[in-house]
C-alpha cells in the first residue's frame, strides 16, 4: 500500500482526510498531530480514537511545546515581534513547528507522501507545502479539500454515507489554542467592521482586584514569575492562567495573507503580549539607541518572513543569531500590575540598566559634562544644517 503520513487535527477537514484516503484512494493512512500547545491527555486520546476509527492505520501525537519555543517563541520575544504592532503570531507561528515534524515524522517512518486539509484560501497550505517542498521534495503533497474545492456540506455528507456520524455542526466562533495565544475567528472577523463579543473569547473576567506582578528575565527570557523560577515554558502558562482570568490580551488582527488579501482575525493572548511588552521595557533600559533600532527593522523582517511560511531561509539563523547576541544584558526584573482588560508596566530594576544617575538626569542636571562642553557639542551638532542652509539659502 501506498504510506501517507496525514497532518491530522480532528476536525472536519481533516476527518474528511483521513477517510477518503483511505477508502478511495487505497493510502495506508498514519495520521500525526503535533502539539505545540493548548492540547489536553484527554483531548489527545479523543483524537487518537477517531482517526483509528476513519480509517488510519497508526496515530501519533508528537510534543512540540518546548520546540516551538526553542525554535520559535525565543525570538519572537528577542524581537518583541507584533505583527503589524498587533499580532504576536499566536497561531501562524505553530505551523511552522507542526509542518517541520511533519516531515520527520513521514521520513522517520519511510512514506512517500503528505497530506494536509488546508483549504486554497488560506495561509496555512502555503506554509505547510512550502516546509515540505524544501525538506522533502521527493515526498508528494496531498490536498483533497484544496484539490476538489470541497463545500464543508459534502464532506459531511460523504462522511455520513460511509457511516461516520460525529456531530459537525460548525461552532460559532473557530477556536485555536496554543503555547503563545488563541486565535478566534467568527462572522464578525469577516466584516470590517464589528468588534467580537466579550462571550466569543475563551477566557472571562473572574478577577477584578489589581495586582502587580514580577517578572524575571535573564538574557532575554522569562525565567521567574514573583520569585519562583521555572522554565520558560511553564512561566508563559502560568502567566496565561493568571492574565486570562483579568480578560487581558483581547484585540483583532487586521493584515495581508500570503495570498495577497486582507485579513481579520481575533485573538486572546494574554501572556504573549504581557512578555513582549515587559521584555521591550526592559531592553530601552539596557539597550543602545542603536541596538534598539537594528532589532526592530530585524525583529519585524523575522515575524514577517515566519508569518509568510520562510522560516527555513537562512536568513532566519543569521537574524537569530543576532538577536540571540542582542540579550546578552537584557536581565532584571520588571514590574506589571494586572487589572481587568488591561496590564500596566510599572518599571524595572537591573544592574544593567543604562540610567546611570552618576553621569546625569535627564532635563535636571549635568554631572559628566560641562556647559561649555555642552555648547561646543550643540554647535559642532548643528554644523550639517548650517552648510546646506548657507549653500542652499534654503530657510522655508
Known amino acids: 500500500m501506498k504510506k501517507l503520513v496525514l497532518a491530522y487535527s480532528g476536525g472536519l477537514d481533516t476527518s474528511y482526510c483521513a477517510k ?15 502539539n505545540t500547545g493548548g492540547f489536553s491527555k484527554e483531548e489527545i486520546k479523543s483524537i487518537e480514537e477517531k482517526a483509528l476509527e476513519l480509517g488510519a492505520t497508526s496515530y501519533t501525537s508528537i510534543d512540540a511545546v518546548q520546540t516551538f519555543y526553542e525554535k520559535v517563541v525565543k525570538y519572537l520575544i528577542f524581537g518583541n515581534v507584533l505583527k503589524n504592532n498587533t499580532y504576536p503570531l499566536s497561531v501562524s507561528a505553530e505551523r511552522i513547528v507542526q509542518a517541520i515534524e511533519i516531515v520527520k515524522h513521514a521520513k522517520k517512518i519511510g512514506a512517500n507522501y503528505i497530506a494536509h486539509g488546508s483549504t486554497g484560501a488560506g495561509n496555512d497550505q502555503v506554509r505547510f507545502d512550502m516546509i515540505f517542498q524544501i525538506m522533502a521534495p521527493g515526498i508528494e503533497i496531498i490536498t483533497p479539500i484544496r484539490d476538489n474545492k470541497l463545500a464543508r456540506e459534502t464532506e459531511i455528507e460523504y462522511l455520513k454515507q460511509n457511516g461516520v456520524d460525529y456531530p459537525w455542526e460548525k461552532a460559532k466562533y473557530s477556536i485555536n489554542k496554543g503555547l503563545w495565544g488563541t ?7 469577516l466584516t470590517s467592521h464589528k468588534p467580537l463579543p466579550d462571550s466569543a473569547y475563551p477566557s472571562q473576567l473572574q478577577e477584578k482586584t489589581p495586582v502587580e506582578v514580577k517578572l524575571t528575565f535573564e538574557r532575554g527570557e522569562l525565567v521567574a514569575i514573583d520569585g519562583q523560577q521555572d522554565t520558560s515554558v511553564n512561566n508563559i502558562i502560568k502567566l496565561e492562567d493568571m492574565a486570562s482570568k483579568y480578560a487581558i490580551g483581547r484585540d483583532i488582527h487586521v493584515g495581508d495573507t500570503i495570498i495577497g488579501i486582507k485579513g481579520r482575525v481575533g485573538f486572546e493572548a494574554p501572556a504573549s503580549l504581557i512578555i513582549i ?54 536581565s532584571g526584573d520588571v514590574f506589571v500590575s494586572l487589572y481587568p482588560f488591561q496590564f500596566r508596566l510599572n518599571g524595572i530594576s537591573s544592574e544593567h540598566d ?20 555642552a555648547k561646543g557639542f550643540i554647535k559642532i551638532l548643528s554644523n550639517p544644517g548650517k552648510i546646506a542652509n548657507h549653500v542652499n539659502e534654503d530657510y522655508d
Not at 183 to 189: I, N
Not at 302 to 328: S, W
Not at 354 to 373: P, Q
Open 20 to 34: 477518503y484516503l483511505s477508502k478511495e484512494k487505497g493510502f495506508e493512512v498514519h495520521a500525526v498531530s503535533v
Open 277 to 330: 511588552k515587559a521584555h521591550h521595557l526592559l531592553e530601552k533600559h539596557t539597550l543602545s539607541k542603536w541596538q534598539q533600532f537594528q532589532k526592530e527593522q530585524l525583529g519585524n523582517f523575522y515575524g514577517m518572513l515566519l508569518h509568510e511560511g520562510n522560516y527555513l531561509d537562512e536568513v532566519m539563523r543569521n537574524i537569530e543569531a543576532f538577536l540571540t547576541d542582542t540579550q546578552k544584558n537584557v
Open 354 to 373: 543604562l540610567m546611570n544617575a552618576s553621569f546625569g538626569s535627564y532635563g535636571e542636571m549635568n554631572k559628566g559634562w560641562t556647559a561649555d562642553d
Open 183 to 189: 486565535s478566534v475567528g467568527g462572522d464578525e472577523t
